[in-house]
């Protein structure tokens, strides 16, 4: 029995041992896959596939290998703007590229500005004598822009172009809430910050509409204005303002439909466009199906074509996404973790000016104020901070921009909103219907308060809304010096409202027009550095280790087949799925956002990370007017 026993206790060991390898050897396969970076491919002689798969945004955000578990499986790319913008200019002085073949086909869009930069770089390269190709089976509104923009626009047989433009409906809640007899507690400033009032209203209200109008007609006349230039032949007026007969007159043909009103030039499938592109660029040696060309991915030219650093760097941080509390991001701004970059580059000695690259809706006033207290420590130190807005710089994102010195815009910019509030809900009414009731002693009127489930009382509501009319004393008064006004004539032009760029300039909140490089050229020049004798330098704006890990599950790069192209009800259907996104969204900012909330109604739901439909224009819009 004692060598049996023996015996078994070795064979356990044994068991227990190799099972401890593998487990180790699991971990470290595991290891080894998310680490991993595949090459990020070869530039070849022939086009630069510019695949945008994806949103434009201004920075992109931090994905985990985690997210391919979850449901929809890998996550949409995100594409940072100047990124693509860099691309096209090395590529146009680039004898190696022949043209840019822009693949739209699962395009989900960026804001106006973005969009806008994009196309300008696109005409650049035009400009170079080389033809810019695109193709998609569905375009909308930003898909348009930049189609617009290019020398040969190519939809497949069974698509085509739509144009929606800005607006659309938005969800109320307030009887649903009455009916549930939840009790909403609304503290605020300002007769045009609406973002409290889907949890209030059954319905827009007419100071709210007044605002939205305003501004959905500035940005639209804006749209319309950048692609009638482009392309003077195509008949927007009929698309829109009739698209039914429009479209019965091609009979029910979206795609010739499109080519008929000039939105498109040709009609046909994939291996047609490539066919196309390779009579420009030359036939593939390597791959000779038809359809196919040779081509650069952008990752590979990139990976070729750095960005060329001379001289001194010039910090950039960059506060993107809601502004949150803590050490969120990149891609939401993490109040913590922004201002911790800033007081980095206050310590650099070397850092001779600061840019703040503003694209937010605004959020948290407690991480907007420690994002801005950040710079008006560097700006002690007697150093230049300007400040870019891309677009959006609403609410929060405009109580960062105070202490720049002079704050750059685009005119498609979204701005102001200076307005502050805060949600409480409290749920006695409900609990009481079911014979539930609150009683006690208080030893003072907020012993026990706030108390959401017995209800506030009238001392802490009269405190809370004290305490938001001093944080919009507080916004109003940074922006009155930073603007060199005086409180009064900054309260006219606040209370809420949210501004288009040129508005926002007429009334002396943006100093003049101007994207992210005219700023650093006014931050050089204010440093006293010549030109070629600077460079930025994106603080924070580290490579993700997981995102070739990503990049390869999605494939992006691959160039065969459909790839997922979508069509006009496939398109309406991520619309109507982004719907749904914001109204859940909207649900949990009534319970899940504490504190003092400086945020833009037409600009949040979409602004988390990047624009999550192929209406992004009209969706970043109808998210901006609201909390800060």
Known sequence: MTFAHKVWRLLVGVKDGLALIALLLFFFALYTVLTFRPGAGEVRKGALLLKLDGALVEEASRRSPLDLIKPGGAPTAQFQTRDVVHALDTAAKDDRVKAVVLDLSRFTGGGLTSTEE???????????????????????????????????VWVDPLGGAFVAGPGGNRLYYGKLLDYLKVNVHVFRVGTYKDYVEPYLLNQQSPASKESTRALYGAVWDNWLANVKKARPQADLA????????????????????????????????????????????????????????????????????????????????????????????????????????????????????????????????????????????????????????????????????????????????????????????????ALGAWGVNGDGVRTTPLSGQPDLLTGLTPEVEAMLQANIESGYARFVGLVAQSRHKTPAEIDTIAQGRVWDGGTARQIGLVDQFGGLDDALAYAANRAGLKQGGWHPDFLGADANPYASLIERWRDSDNDGGDDGAQDFVALIANREQARLGAALAGVERLFGRPGAQAYCLQCGPVARTAPSSPFSLSARLAAAVGLI
Do not use: C
Request: no cysteine.
């Open 118 to 152: 994009v196309a300008a770089a696109l005409d650049r390269f035009r400009a170079a004598k080389k033809p810019v190709l695109t193709f998609a089976v569905g375009y909308l509104d930003d898909g348009v822009m930049l189609a617009a923009h290019s020398s040969e």
């Open 238 to 429: 009929r698309v829109t303002s009739d698209p039914v007969g429009w479209l019965k007159a091609a009979g029910g043909n979206a795609a010739e439909a499109s080519k008929a009103a000039g939105l498109v030039d040709r009609v046909g499938d994939k291996v047609d466009f490539g066919k196309r592109v390779a009579q420009i660029v030359g036939e593939d040696s390597r791959d000779p199906l038809p359809g196919h060309y040779p081509h650069s991915t952008l990752r590979a030219w990139l990976a070729d074509n750095p960005v060329k650093t001379p001289g001194r760097a010039i910090p950039v941080v960059t506060v993107a996404g809601e502004i949150v509390d803590g050490k969120a991001g990149p891609g939401s701004a993490g109040g913590d973790r922004i201002a911790r970059l800033i007081d980095e580059a206050t310590a650099d000695k070397r850092a001779p000016a600061l840019v703040l690259r503003v694209d937010s809706p605004g959020g948290s006033v407690l991480a907007s104020e420690a994002i801005r207290t950040a710079l008006v420590r560097f700006k002690a130190t007697r150093r230049p901070v300007v400040v870019s807005m891309g677009d959006l710089a609403a609410s929060g994102g405009y109580w960062v921009s105070t202490p720049g010195e002079r704050i750059f815009a685009e005119p498609g910019t979204i701005t102001g909103s200076i307005g502050i509030f805060a949600i409480v809900p409290s749920f006695e009414k």
